[in-house]
């Protein structure tokens, strides 16, 4: 036979081949080579649970799980399915760009193309971060805080890794990519982090559907939980029995051990079983209880450091268990709040000689909190003066515009006022410069520890601050009960003061640190509580601590 002739029929049976691949699962086992823990081809033995994710065709695909479960090699070999065999383009976004992207490119990307002779033959330009090229289709690798980079970027495939940790405000926006094809599909996957937030806001639309299997004792369909399923065979931490912690059926008691995992949970034994059957978006939950890597010890030692460090409490809910949790403490309660209630009402008129500042959040409405400070003793230098001081909610309301805010300044004499930056930054400015040297618009920046702020020159009017530490202040005083509020307080302020929840979590480094996440509620006042702290410290640079801090 003629070479070119051989040649010819070799691409013929090739290409028929490929096109007899339908299925995400079919190409992942034909095409894609693993490093550790698993090497060597692509297999559902470790990961049975990611078949049916593979080949699922909803519209919008969610994953709610705990850490190390397989999905987010799922997303990938998603995303070279739809670039390999249907030519389509993917939009892959994580939390930020930098370091994300980064991050994604060199562990997950690259080793991807290093192990598999096919891909990188498929992808012909990798080396922008950014943007891979395979062809006529692409894979764009985005970051969520930036509305600039999501936008004119048409694709048929949307994958958002990670949700929890994205700009929430700007997940609207990707789902538009999407929009002008007709054979598209969204992927989301996350741990968890609070109630009707992120990724367990959008699993809450879903199938929510659960592994099940058949016990290979009592041969009842069943699911690993948390903690009927795990035998703990310790008193703490340190006691050398827990290595005997094992797994159990819930339904008949019976032992199941974890070495023998791969028989027990394998595809034919086992099958997702969805907890509402009217619902066009498909959602998977899964814990580490079904992990072949982390052993049932693992799991009882986290749970005793659970139980003494908040960070710990809420990794183990999050990336163990695969659930929302709010540590006791990190949301203020309507007993909480109700404490802070003082025999007074709102008024319209400051007291006279008051110290007096303006907090306002910028949304649809202006929402604005009024305080007048009391202290507890004159500040010397280096003291903390919010520490020194409590507010006195004079009133807390909203206004629809910029130029009311005017008046409200002018009204209660506010020594000073800090206002949202964002989202209507030319018109904050415009209020700030009508008061120079009285009113700061406010962005919360990374970079900048604890309580420090940061003045830009005067003519930007304004100023940086850490998020986390400032809301710790403002809402913190609610649990010490240092801050009065009036009796006719607004319904709408007591809720959305209760809206941020405080996520305990670890650094790169293990150091403890946390950060403010608030569901599906709005949050406006809080944030206008905490600009009225901040206008605080401001006050002073323009008083002086001598005047400032005589006591009223």
Not at 244 to 262: A, F, G, M, R, V
């Amino acid at each position: 036979m003629h070479k070119l002739e051989k040649l010819l029929r070799k691409r013929v049976g090739q290409g028929l081949k490929r096109q007899a691949i339908t299925e995400c699962s079919v190409w992942a086992e034909r095409y894609r080579i693993m490093g550790q823990p698993f090497p060597g081809k692509w297999t559902f033995l470790h990961h049975p649970w990611l078949r049916e994710m593979h080949d699922c065709q909803s519209e919008l695909m969610v994953g709610q799980k705990s850490a190390q479960m397989g999905f987010t090699e799922d997303a990938l070999n998603k995303a070279f399915f739809n670039i390999d065999i249907r030519g389509a383009s993917v939009l892959y976004v994580l939390p930020a760009s930098t370091p994300d992207a980064r991050d994604f490119s060199t562990s997950r990307f690259d080793p991807a193309l290093e192990n598999s002779k096919h891909l990188k033959t498929l992808f012909t330009d990798v080396k922008n971060i950014h943007h891979k090229r395979a062809g006529f289709a692409n894979l764009y690798i985005r970051g969520s805080r930036s509305r600039s980079q999501m936008k004119s970027v048409p694709v048929a495939i949307v994958i958002l890794d990670e949700v929890d940790e994205m700009n929430q405000k700007n997940i609207s926006l990707v789902f538009e990519r999407t929009s002008g094809q007709l054979d598209k599909q969204i992927v989301m996957v996350s741990t968890p982090t609070i109630d009707k937030y992120g990724i367990n806001y959008y699993f809450r639309q879903t199938s929510q559907e659960h592994y099940f299997f058949k016990c290979p004792y009592c041969s009842k369909y069943t699911e690993l939980i948390w903690p009927d399923c795990v035998v703990i065979t310790a008193e703490d931490l340190l006691d050398p029995n827990i290595k005997n912690t094992h797994l159990i059926c819930k339904e008949c008691k019976h032992i199941l051990p974890h070495e023998s995992k791969i028989e027990w949970l394998s595809i034919d034994n086992a099958k997702w079983v969805p907890s509402h059957t009217d619902r066009l978006a498909r959602g998977f939950y899964i814990n580490q209880l079904y992990s072949m890597t982390v052993k049932p010890y693992e799991l009882a030692q986290a749970h005793f450091r659970a139980s003494r460090d908040p960070a710990d409490e809420q990794e183990f809910h999050n990336s163990k268990l695969g659930l929302t949790h709010e540590v006791e403490g990190a949301r203020i309660t309507d007993a909480i709040f109700d404490s802070c209630i003082g025999d007074y009402i709102s008024t319209d008129v400051a007291p006279p000689n008051s110290v007096i500042t303006l907090g306002i959040d910028v949304g649809t409405w202006l929402h604005y909190e009024v305080v007048q400070w009391f202290f507890d003793k004159p500040a010397t230098s280096g003291a903390d003066i919010n520490m020194l001081a409590r507010p006195r909610v004079l009133k807390a309301g909203k206004v629809k515009h910029f130029e009311e805010l005017d008046r409200l300044l002018l009204q209660y004499g506010a020594r000073y006022a800090v206002i949202d930056a964002n989202p209507e930054r030319r018109k904050a400015f415009e209020f700030a410069s009508r008061f120079w040297g009285y009113v700061r618009i406010c962005f919360y920046a990374r970079g900048i520890g604890g309580k420090q702020i940061h003045l830009s020159a005067d003519e930007e009017l304004s100023v940086s601050v850490d998020r986390t530490s400032w809301m710790d202040t403002a809402l913190g005083r609610f649990r010490t009960s240092r801050i009065s509020l009036p009796k006719d307080i607004d319904l709408e302020y007591r809720e959305q003061l209760k809206a941020p929840v405080r996520i305990y979590e670890k650094d790169k480094n293990g150091n403890p640190t946390g950060r403010y996440v608030t569901g599906n509620e709005e949050d406006h006042f809080a944030h206008a509580r905490t600009y009225s702290e901040i206008a605080l410290q401001l006050a002073v640079n323009v008083s002086g601590n001598q005047n400032i801090t005589t006591g009223v």
